[in-house]
């Protein structure tokens, strides 16, 4: 870096402390309110909504943050969002057709969109309201991360545009429920899906559940279907990890033979050691969340640093993950350095990077959907590479503007194995 790990800048129109140093941006992120707080641009609040998880801080933000933490819980990870996981897989992967040139990035879009409708809202893949609901989402995206240009005609104000659709769409399926609440026999025949918990669990406001629905669908599919593209991105040019993928889950599906299971449950995913190391590879090379926004609330010194209250500050988490001094050759894919990180043997080194590596934040904002993020990964490389050897049709590579995407959407074909 030209400027050291840590320098002064002027950011998005404000004074900024940006910084590629993994203890500062740890100190950052594990000072949350009490020395920084969260600090988007305007323009997001404006598109993700002022209640939206993203944007909140202090107590609003806990109690949104454990209304989701509630609905991840480990029991339901490894029971139904495990059924629902492998189920939206299958559904993805078993339309693919042999030798017709596809785009991955939309089919992995389809698998993490579809999952988290049918989590959030228990809406089914493919029926016609979840396809609509879909293309608002597409238009929504585009603004999230565009100027905030408010004229007709720009990705922005067709983006505020979508996001009433969406909104509209949300109050339509509440107030369904609420009706046949009054209808039934009370609160309790809501259905078991993340809006159904925070009507009967929490006393948010109508526009405050709104926004946490709206905000949790865009987080829940956005970061990991761009996760899923760049795993089949890095595999295709590393037969050998494909090949030792394939014996680790050869050997997953043999054993569910010998005792008679078909569907796959958590000890099988709890076996999935090198898939995990694939997973943090991806996720350390692919950098889908490049840095963080916060901002200092008192002036704050670190290691021989002033960082002035009301400055700007911006955690770097790719520049981590890709320096030299942290990670042996870091411009290499080598899911093979994270073998020791998961063994109880780990060695300091592997230890020093595993503490470095932070594709998910830290501190109290550590998201909440890390842990579903990883099984979504999982279960689909464990199916993909059972079903099929695919290859790049086109060249392609993921561009962050401004955030991480592939500009021909990471065109594949095919062959059943």
């Known amino acids: 870096c030209r400027f050291g790990k840590i320098y002064k800048s002027n950011l998005f129109g404000e004074p900024t402390i940006v910084s590629a140093d993994p203890g500062l941006n740890r100190y950052i992120l594990q000072n949350e309110g009490r020395l920084f707080e969260c600090s988007y641009p305007r323009s997001i609040g404006g598109i993700l909504g002022k209640w939206s998880m993203l944007v909140l801080v202090g107590d609003m933000h806990r109690d949104m943050r454990l209304i989701s933490l509630n609905f991840l819980t480990n029991a339901r990870l490894k029971t139904q969002l495990l059924k629902e996981v492998e189920k939206n897989t299958l559904w993805v992967l078993d339309s693919w057709q042999e030798n017709t040139p596809f785009c991955a990035q939309d089919e992995a879009k389809k698998f993490t969109f579809n999952l988290m409708a049918k989590h959030i809202m228990s809406l089914d893949p493919g029926e016609p309201e979840t396809e609509r609901l879909k293309k608002e989402y597409v238009t929504f995206m585009k603004g999230v991360v565009s100027l905030p240009l408010d004229f007709p005609g720009t990705a922005y104000r067709k983006a505020l545009k979508s996001r009433s659709t969406i909104l509209k769409f949300i109050e339509m399926k509440m107030e369904e429920r609420i009706k046949r609440a009054d209808k039934g026999n009370g609160i309790e025949k809501i259905e078991d899906d993340l809006l159904g918990w925070a009507l009967t669990n929490s006393n948010l406001s109508k526009e405050q559940i709104l926004d946490l629905v709206l905000s949790l669908l865009f987080a829940g599919h956005e970061t990991s279907?761009?996760?899923?593209?760049?795993?089949?991105?890095?595999?295709?040019?590393?037969?050998?990890?494909?090949?030792?993928?394939?014996?680790?889950?050869?050997?997953?599906?043999?054993?569910?033979?010998?005792?008679?299971?078909?569907?796959?449950?958590?000890?099988?995913?709890?076996?999935?050691?090198?898939?995990?190391c694939v997973i943090n590879e991806t996720l350390r090379f692919g950098n889908v969340v490049r840095f963080l926004h916060r901002k200092a609330i008192k002036d704050v010194r670190y290691k021989g640093y002033d960082i002035p209250c009301g400055w700007k500050v911006l955690p770097v988490i790719a520049a981590v993950h890709l320096d030299p001094t942290h990670f042996d050759q870091p411009q290499l894919f080598n899911p093979w350095r994270w073998q020791n990180t998961c063994s109880t043997s780990s060695t300091g080194a592997a230890l020093a990077s595993a503490n470095n590596f932070m594709p998910f934040g830290g501190g109290p904002r550590l998201c909440t959907g890390s842990e579903l993020a990883k099984l979504e990964m999982a279960i689909f490389i464990h199916h993909l590479v059972l079903k099929y050897e695919w290859e790049l049709v086109d060249s392609d590579q993921a561009f962050a503007y401004p955030y991480l995407d592939f500009p021909k959407g990471l065109p594949i074909k095919i062959r059943h194995r």
């Open 225 to 276: 279907s761009v996760s899923i593209a760049l795993a089949i991105y890095f595999l295709e040019a590393c037969p050998t990890a494909v090949h030792q993928l394939r014996e680790e889950h050869e050997a997953i599906i043999k054993a569910k033979k010998q005792s008679g299971e078909t569907d796959l449950s958590w000890n099988d995913y709890k076996k999935m050691e090198f898939t995990q």
